[in-house]
């Protein structure tokens, strides 16, 4: 049957709920990665079950269904690439708190900061925080795994899901764990599904894990003289056990892309320093016991440091980390942000790659990222009409790929593959986890229509036009 | 091939390692659930290749394989009931520590007290802590996802793997995840294999990630009048987001078993008062900060309290949690001990339930178990010989199940399936749920050799003989 067909019984089982017009099959046709495909229909859910009925029809006539939350994502995953149906997450967005068991009821379509304000009423917190948490979806951010800033100390998105629904590929209810932090009954088809990238069926509700909201934050900015030290000294204070909620590293470019967009120095005279951002959260009486040790610390191995004595001072020690993504245009008008993770142990030495790496590429390669789990955001900047450049850069994403796993670390640690990581899958897995892999998608999605194109088919986004659309959450 | 030509291939790759002598196959027939299956073979691996080979010619010649720890669980998961072969992973037992980054790698063999202990010595925790975790394995850890009394605040198992490596049914080495806390590469086969069991191939190595060593404990031990008082009082302490390290209830049977095991009452003049007993952990000033509160929370609510000023004084305290298991066998010689996870929302609906259930069955049934996650261990107690009893213990067991299940909990919270909980997997799972599972296991175990008859075929194990063997592990 052809997909027209198809899509006309689905107009007949979900009416206006499916959307056929130019312009909604073409607003669903990318995402942040701004490669278009157009899809045959854009389904938007008024409740759970309708996600059933498009995933039985789907699969019945062999149509290709991809989701997708508000198109965060810069891996291309929610990308149409076949074509065939979008399920848009938009209209499932319920949020409700259980605030005895500290518990977060939400639909995949909720945002991930509108979770976090539910629970922030009640003195709950809901940790992961990807920097497009005002947007990005509790369903995008367990098809990826989402992290954030927070990730070091209390962990990823998967840490905090105790349950998720939704539909199999084959249009088939089913429900993983239940609402209680225990649940050890049955294979963990739950965390299974979690960065599976919308590829073995559809999330369409989760309950999340709280913890209880930190009552105080002390944010602390360090300087270094050079990249080396700057990561040498995190280790030293990990190693002292000591865990800041947030520990954001920025590399010398980065620090100056920031302070060109500031205007100012981030330290009075000591341009393009390599800095740490530190907040530390809990109790009040907690925070206050670490401020002596972890001043102690940036004495004896900083450059420079200065602590916030307020929340606008907070604010203010922010601003060079608020500010340098956006000013990395200035470098280049195309970036491969790359999210690799790299294991502590293998810190300086990452330095001093890089370092070669900025040196044999004639690019900028910016670099920021959380040091408490060693997951860093790695910009090679170029320009894209400047075809020797756009080679460099594609060489240096490929020895950056191999470097990292080379030191032990992932190719990805919170955005996940989608299309853009699709070269790399098999740098971090060998052929037997590749095969692997793919038999568990064949199990659950025997026809193979959920996300089809990604992870396994190798695709080189950056050779393919790119929009000239710009987001709300792109960096101005 | 028959099995016997399977095993001497076996002993050609292996040596000294394959022991077919009847004590060595008898040793290993069994595990804590004392029900005994004869295996033909008994692989002891000296490195983490040796299980490689095992399942390479187990997969070749169709030989079951069931992995082992100390065989501590009590669900017969590790009983070879389809025969074939055993791997034992006592030699695998390695551990060490990344005092930097916070993690510690571990062979499966490895016990879940010598990581921690490993980890103490350097100022890092790892809180998952089963009962028998001077015995019990981090493979058998990851297998039945275990949890303790730490899983409320801290979590369980699958909250600290952060990386597992192995070999699939094929005998095909594979890794998931890197030493690192963030990985978003791939489906995450990973935690697939947290809670499998055994079933979707073997574990042979773990990364785990380790948190601050808490430098004070505090100690409070809390009575109530009855039981929907105590859970009520519970989930007031909850709501105000107060983490408790530890939350254990004992009700009023499990009381009296510990006070006529100690031969004192737990209050003086207060005999079988249901009791929680709670233990704080962090900093010194974060615990010293909320003290007040819950001292004013114990004043409002409890019968009576009592706080361990010293170390020596809560081991005081804990002599009533740790006296009541054992003391329980003598109301009855058989015991159905069941892990079950009730929603918070529904603890007091619980208790009502429980009363009535010891009413209806006219058997005792101590109950004790972690509040901050609703893991409770209802404990049927009968006489194997009496006919009658034995029949009223299984309609119990059976309706507490349909119970939970009802009231949105899990039919276990940290033990896993096995053997004996295979009666109760579709209360908890919808057939399709199971058919899911199915099919993942059978994309990575096409021919069905790693752990048979587990998980999906009902085995009603208290019919079946049980052994008259002593534990280490055993209650007293």
Redesign the interface.
């Known amino acids: 049957m052809s997909i027209a067909t198809a899509t006309r019984q689905l107009k007949k089982r979900l009416g206006a709920r499916v959307d056929t017009s130019r312009e909604g099959c073409w607003a669903a046709s990318f995402d942040s990665s701004k490669i278009s495909f157009l899809p045959a229909a854009v389904i938007t859910p008024r409740q759970e079950s309708d996600v059933g009925i498009v995933l039985e029809l789907a699969n019945k006539h062999r149509v290709p269904v991809t989701v997708r939350g508000r198109g965060t994502t810069l891996m291309g995953s929610a990308a149409p690439v076949r074509g065939g149906w979008v399920v848009d997450t938009l209209k499932l967005a319920k949020v409700s708190i259980?605030?005895?068991?500290?518990l977060a009821l939400v639909q995949a379509g909720a945002t991930t900061a509108s979770a976090q304000r539910a629970a922030e009423k009640l003195?709950?917190f809901y940790p992961p925080d990807p920097s497009s948490k005002e947007y990005c979806t509790i369903g995008g951010n367990i098809a990826?795994?989402?992290?954030g800033m927070h990730?070091?100390k209390y962990?990823?998105t998967?840490?905090f899901v105790v349950a998720l629904r939704g539909y199999?590929p084959t249009g088939?209810?089913?429900?993983?764990?239940?609402?209680?932090?225990?649940?050890?009954?049955?294979?963990?088809?739950r965390?299974?599904w979690?960065?599976?990238e919308g590829?073995?069926g559809i999330v369409t509700g989760a309950v999340l894990k709280l913890?209880?909201?930190p009552a105080a934050r002390w944010t602390l900015l360090t300087s270094f003289p050079d990249e080396v030290t700057a990561l040498k000294a995190a280790?030293t204070l990990?190693?002292s056990?000591?865990?800041p909620a947030i520990c954001e590293f920025l590399d010398r470019e980065s620090v100056l892309c920031a302070e060109r967009a500031t205007g100012k120095t981030v330290f009075p005279g000591q341009a393009g320093r390599p800095v740490i951002l530190l907040e530390f959260a809990?109790?009040?009486?907690?925070v206050?016991?670490l401020k002596a040790d972890v001043l102690a610390w940036a004495q004896r191995e900083a450059l420079a440091f200065r602590e916030a004595r307020s929340r606008a001072e907070a604010e203010e020690l922010w601003a060079v980390r608020r500010k340098c993504s956006g000013a990395m245009f200035e470098l280049g008008d195309a970036k491969l942000n790359e999210?690799i993770?790299?294991?502590?142990?293998n810190y300086e030495k990452f330095a001093r790659f890089l370092a070669g790496l900025k040196r044999s590429s004639k690019l900028p390669v910016p670099t920021f990222g959380?040091l408490?789990?060693?997951?860093l955001h790695v910009n090679i900047m170029y320009h894209r009409e400047d075809k020797a450049e756009a080679k460099r850069a594609e060489a240096a994403v490929q020895k950056l790929m191999e470097t990292v796993v080379a030191f032990?670390?992932?190719?990805?640690?919170?955005?996940?593959?989608g299309l853009a990581?699709t070269p790399f899958?098999r740098l971090?897995?060998?052929p037997?986890?590749?095969k692997?892999?793919q038999?568990?998608?064949?199990?659950?999605d025997p026809r193979g229509i959920c996300n089809p194109g990604k992870?396994f088919d190798v695709v080189r986004i950056w050779k393919f036009p790119k929009l000239e659309v710009k987001f709300p959450w792109d960096h101005k």
Do not use: Y
Request: aromatic fraction near 6%; proline fraction near 2%; include cysteine.
């Open positions: 259980d605030a005895d068991a500290g003195g709950w990826c795994n989402a992290g990730g070091g962990g990823v998967r840490d199999l088939e209810f089913v429900e993983w764990g239940t609402a209680t932090k225990k649940f050890s009954a049955g294979f963990n088809l965390d299974l979690i960065g599976s590829m073995l913890i209880p909201q280790r990990f190693r056990r000591v865990q809990g109790g009040v009486a907690e206050d016991d999210d993770v790299v294991p502590m142990k959380h408490a789990d060693g997951n032990g670390g992932a190719i990805s640690g919170e955005h996940g593959i990581k899958l971090q897995h060998s037997v986890q590749v692997a892999m038999a568990v998608k064949r199990a659950l992870m």
